[in-house]
């Protein structure tokens, strides 16, 4: 019996066998549902989705969504952390025995993710036929400057990275390591290069693109930390005169997600609560990911977040050292940070307490305890009560939580800033009265007086231009670009500055720390 059923299997291999030969690459087939390089990169439709795709890169962990919000304001002299994650709470301190912890990690690979994505736009959507030119221009540059904002990160916080310019030709290929005058070289190249094709705004689903504004103030930005300040000067005065940007007449405008893509907005990696898969979405790339900012859930207040980020008392300080011109508290302040505002031991002050008392509707930091507070940490520790927590980015204005999706878009380049660093720029070259006009109007929208044009030499303004950048751009991931380019990670008299405002500085090494591994 066994013998003939053997038998008889056998006869029915070899007629499958037989049935098969002539089709020798039976398992060796192109899954349909798989986009090759070959069967991709036909069309508009093509290059546009590729194009969308670049832009996903901004809303990786590593990117805007979280990560970087570390590396750039905990790591200044702003912000600290008390994260019982010590890993990551040391990470803001100058200290990371784990190379590949996943902060760093994180920020590494979703840059390079983000510069592969361009690459390949850049490859291969100049072979598309019939494509509009005017439309593939676009593309490319938008790539371009996508590219160009990648390493502009990436050189400041790493230095020397690999400079990649083309997709890898196999998984084993290994980039030239680039110097960081290569890679600020090819940050000015791909932003001159984009310039051109990028159009001035964009209407309805292309908002949130790159325009041209914004590869203009990258571009002044990239001179202004090669302190090339007449190159800077010449793009920010074309950002300037362009009639497109003017400041909101509310500061909080630019950080609230009904406000978006506002009048001041430069340009801003676009999050939303929509959960793509479920309540409980992944953190990854793919489909099920969804695409809100954490910000606001790692640094809110203790019971709200996971309060992994906070503020240093002196900025609450800074802040209150001048009155607006009716005698009121800077209403920038109660716009950056909660922090308990009749603590007169730590914030001594004579101006009249404002009446923004709440955070998340509760009201402990003028030390009442309504009897449905929550959550109640909040309300009755003492500790709790004396620190400054993060108010840029949080939620508290139309709900009483955090989560891991917050709908806030994250304003990476504003006009406000823009201003400033005209002024700098202006004031480095000796024109001081040219400079003070543009401080004014942003000293104006805070109902601050206006400065005297013949009150200040060139220190004198460099220093009130420190102190203004603070008031305006705290904790908006702009001031570890300032501390580079005011040289005060280079020398033992800027790092003394530091160290009196912020002791995670004792850990810092001059020609080590300013880097990341």
């Known amino acids: 019996m066994k013998s003939a059923f053997l038998t008889r299997l056998g ?10 030969a002539c089709e020798k690459d039976l398992l060796d087939q192109v899954n349909p549902n ?10 508009s439709d093509d290059a546009v989705r590729a194009s969308t795709a670049t832009y996903a890169g901004l809303q990786g962990l590593g990117m805007y969504r979280r990560w ?6 905990l790591r200044d002299d702003t912000g600290f952390s008390q994260s019982p994650w010590g890993e990551l709470a040391d990470f803001t301190r100058f200290v ?3 190379y590949n912890f996943e902060v760093s990690q994180n920020i590494w690979r979703d840059h390079y993710r983000t510069i592969y994505r361009c690459n390949q736009v850049l490859a291969y959507v100049p072979a598309i036929q019939g494509m509009d030119a005017t439309l593939q221009k676009r593309v490319l540059a938008e790539a371009r400057f996508l590219r160009a904002l990648s390493y502009f990160n990436l050189v400041s916080l790493y230095g020397n990275v690999p400079l990649a310019l083309a997709p890898p030709t196999s998984l084993d290929q290994v980039y030239p390591q680039g110097t960081e005058a290569e890679v600020w070289a090819q940050v000015i190249a791909d932003l001159q290069a984009a310039q051109p094709d990028l159009p001035t705004a964009y209407t309805g689903n292309d908002v949130g693109r790159a325009t041209k504004g914004a590869a203009t103030t990258l571009l002044g930005k990239a001179y202004m930390q090669n302190k090339r300040w007449a190159d800077a000067q010449a793009q920010f005065a074309q950002v300037i005169s362009s009639g497109t940007y003017r400041l909101t007449a509310d500061y909080t405008d630019n950080f609230r997600h009904t406000t978006e893509n506002n009048s001041e907005s430069i340009f801003e990696v676009q999050f939303t609560d929509e959960k ?3 309540n409980d979405a992944g953190n990854g790339p793919d489909a099920t990911s969804s695409q809100g900012g954490q910000r606001s859930q790692f640094w809110g207040v203790p019971g709200a977040g996971f309060n992994d980020g906070e503020i240093r008392p002196w900025v609450v300080r800074e802040m209150l050292q001048e009155p607006t011109a009716a005698g009121q508290r800077d209403p920038r302040l109660a716009a950056t ?7 007169q031991a730590q914030f001594s002050t004579t101006l009249p307490v404002d009446a923004d008392t709440l955070a998340y509707g509760i009201g402990f930091l003028n030390r009442t305890k309504p009897a449905d507070s929550k959550p109640e940490a909040i ?31 994250h304003r990476v380049m504003r006009y406000a800033d823009v201003l400033l660093l005209q002024a700098e720029a202006l004031n480095e070259q000796g024109q001081m009265a040219a400079a003070i006009p543009l401080i004014n109007q942003v000293r104006q929208r805070a109902g601050l007086a206006p400065l005297s044009a013949g009150s200040f030499t060139q220190a004198s303004l460099r220093t009130q231009l420190m102190h203004e950048r603070v008031t305006e751009l705290t904790g908006e991931g702009v001031r570890w670009f300032d501390l580079q380019r005011w040289g005060l990670l280079d020398n033992q008299t800027g790092l003394n500055l530091l160290k009196a405002r912020d002791s995670d500085f004792n850990n810092f090494v001059i020609g080590k720390s300013r880097l990341l591994p």
């Open 34 to 43: 798989l986009p090759t390089t070959e069967s991709s990169w036909k069309s």
């Open 337 to 343: 940070a909660f922090y308990n505002r009749r603590d």
């Open 68 to 73: 970087l919000n570390f590396a750039f304001d």
């Open 379 to 409: 309300a009755v520790s003492v500790r709790n009560r004396a620190r400054v927590y993060w108010r840029k980015y949080a939620t508290d204005y139309y709900r009483t939580f955090e989560d891991f999706d917050s709908p806030i878009n």
């Open 96 to 98: 990371q025995t784990n």
């Open 11 to 20: 006869l029915a291999g070899a007629l499958l066998i037989s049935a098969t």
């Open 276 to 278: 793509k898969g479920g």
